[in-house]
C-alpha cells in the first residue's frame, strides 16, 4: 500500500467528510509544482484555490513568515501592530478605496461588506437593507453569504436562510433595474463569476451597474475574493472594467498561503463606528506579514503585467485543444482564471486522469474544469501543463 493511500484511510476514518477530495496526499511545493507523500511531482494549476499567487513558498512570503513567527504573532486588536498597517498602506495606496478591515477568509469579508451595507441603509437609505446578488455568484460558507450566493445547491439544506437577498441573473443590468426598490441598499457582484464556472461578464456590464447605482444612491460592493490581487491582469478586478466601486472583499490571493481576508471601501460608506465590528485573529501579526511581503513583491515586480501576457498564451494553447478534442465545447478566461467546458459530465474522469498525467486541475463543474494557476507561471510551466491536460484528454 502506498503512502499516500495510508493517509487517505486515515482522512476517511478522522474528518468530517464534507468535501470530495481528489486523491493526491501534497506533503511539498515550490514554485509552481507540489509532490505528493509517494514522490511523485505535479504542475498545481488549482494553486491553493487560487490563493499562491507567486507559486509555493515563494522567498519573499517565506521569509516574512520565518522572521515574523521569531518575533511577535498575535497581540489582539486592542493594539497597534506594524505588519497591519503596512498591508492596509499598501492596498489602500494602490487603489481606488480609503479604508480596510482585516478578517480571515473570504466569507468573513464579505460578512463584514453585509454588514456594512446594513449600516449603510439605515444611516442613509431610511433602513434599507436588501442586497442584490447574481445567481451563480459564491459568496462563501456562512449564514449570511450562503443567503448572498445564487446557487440553491448550497443554501437547500441550511434553510430558513437570512433574508434581505434578491438575486438576479449575471450580465443583467436590466435585471437589478427591476429588483430594486427603496429596501435595496447594495449590489454585490463578482467581476467575473469564479466558483460559478469562470463567467466573463460583457467589458460595459460594470460601467452600467455603476451608473445605475449611482443614480439611485445604493452601493456597488465587488467581491474580490478570487479576482483580486492580481488574478485578472489587475492588482484589483474592478481596474480590468473602468469603475471604481464602493466597496470589494479580497482574501484568496491576498495572504499567498497565509488564512486572511479584507474588505475595503470609500470613505463616504464606511459606516461601522467603534463596537460595530471586529475579530480576535483578523489582521493578525503573522498573517498581514506574510500578505504584505507577497503583495509588495507582487507590485513591486508588476506581477499582474505577466499574467496579462499569460493570458493570451494560455488562452492559445488551451483553444488548441480544443480544436483537437471534439468534446471541448467551450475555452474561457481572463487573465489567469480560465475554463475548460466539455460537451458532458466528465470533468471528473478529466480529474483523474489529470492526476495520473501529473497536473493539479480543479473541477469547477460536472462538465468543465478551472485553471488558476500562480501568476508568475513561465511558458515553459503552461507548456508543460497543457501537454499534460492533452494526455489526459487523450485518455477519454
Ligand atoms: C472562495 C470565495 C469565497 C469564500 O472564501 P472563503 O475564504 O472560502 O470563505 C467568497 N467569494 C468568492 C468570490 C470566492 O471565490
Known amino acids: 500500500m502506498s503512502k499516500s493511500s495510508e493517509w487517505i484511510d486515515i482522512e476517511t476514518k478522522y474528518y468530517a467528510q464534507t468535501v470530495r477530495r481528489q486523491p493526491v ?25 487560487a490563493v499562491n499567487n507567486l507559486g509555493h513558498c515563494h522567498p519573499a512570503v517565506t521569509e516574512a513568515i520565518v522572521a515574523q513567527a521569531g ?67 459564491f459568496h462563501g460558507r456562512t449564514m449570511g453569504t450562503v443567503a448572498a450566493t445564487g446557487q440553491p445547491h448550497y443554501q437547500v439544506n441550511f434553510t430558513p436562510l437570512l433574508p434581505g437577498f434578491v438575486h438576479v441573473d449575471y450580465n443583467d443590468v436590466e435585471g437589478i433595474m427591476s429588483a430594486t426598490t427603496d429596501k435595496t441598499a447594495a449590489v454585490f457582484l463578482e467581476p467575473v463569476q469564479g466558483e460559478g464556472g469562470v463567467n466573463i461578464p460583457d467589458d460595459d456590464y460594470l460601467i452600467r451597474v455603476r451608473e445605475w447605482c449611482d443614480r439611485q444612491g445604493i452601493l456597488l460592493m465587488l467581491d ?33 498561503g497565509v488564512p486572511i481576508g479584507a474588505f475595503m471601501s470609500k470613505e463616504f ?36 503585467a505577466q499574467v496579462k501576457v499569460m493570458e493570451g498564451y494560455l488562452l492559445g494553447r488551451l483553444n488548441e485543444l480544443r480544436s483537437r478534442f471534439s468534446f471541448v465545447t467551450d475555452v474561457r478566461g481572463k487573465g489567469l482564471l480560465a475554463a ?29 474544469v478551472r485553471l488558476m494557476p500562480p501568476l508568475n507561471i513561465t511558458r515553459e510551466e503552461i507548456d508543460e501543463g497543457v501537454g499534460r491536460l492533452e494526455e489526459a484528454l487523450g485518455k477519454i
Request: charged residues 20%.
Open 25 to 49: 496526499v501534497i506533503v511539498k511545493g515550490e514554485g509552481t509544482r507540489v509532490w505528493d507523500a509517494d514522490g511523485k511531482e505535479y504542475l498545481d494549476f488549482v494553486a491553493g484555490w
Open 71 to 137: 518575533t511577535l504573532v498575535q497581540t489582539s486588536n486592542q493594539f497597534f501592530t506594524v505588519p497591519q498597517l503596512h498591508l492596509a498602506q499598501i492596498l489602500i495606496d494602490n487603489s481606488c478605496l480609503d479604508r480596510v478591515f482585516f478578517g480571515n477568509s473570504g466569507a468573513e469579508a464579505n460578512e463584514g461588506a453585509l454588514k456594512l451595507a446594513r449600516r449603510y441603509g439605515k444611516l442613509h437609505r431610511d433602513g434599507a437593507f436588501e442586497v442584490i446578488t447574481a445567481y451563480n455568484s
Open 224 to 256: 474580490e475574493v478570487q479576482t483580486g490581487i492580481g488574478r485578472l491582469g489587475s492588482l484589483f478586478g474592478y481596474q480590468e472594467y473602468g469603475i471604481e466601486p464602493d466597496v470589494i472583499t479580497l482574501a484568496k490571493g491576498l495572504g499567498h
Open 269 to 304: 460608506c464606511m459606516a461601522l463606528v467603534p463596537g460595530d465590528h471586529g475579530s480576535t485573529f483578523g489582521g493578525n501579526v503573522l498573517t498581514t506579514a506574510a500578505a504584505y511581503a507577497g503583495t509588495k513583491f507582487l507590485v513591486d515586480n508588476d506581477i499582474p
Open 340 to 368: 475548460v467546458e466539455f460537451e458532458s459530465d466528465i470533468s471528473g474522469q478529466v480529474l483523474t486522469h489529470a492526476n495520473e498525467a501529473g497536473l493539479l486541475l480543479n473541477g469547477v463543474k460536472p462538465n468543465a
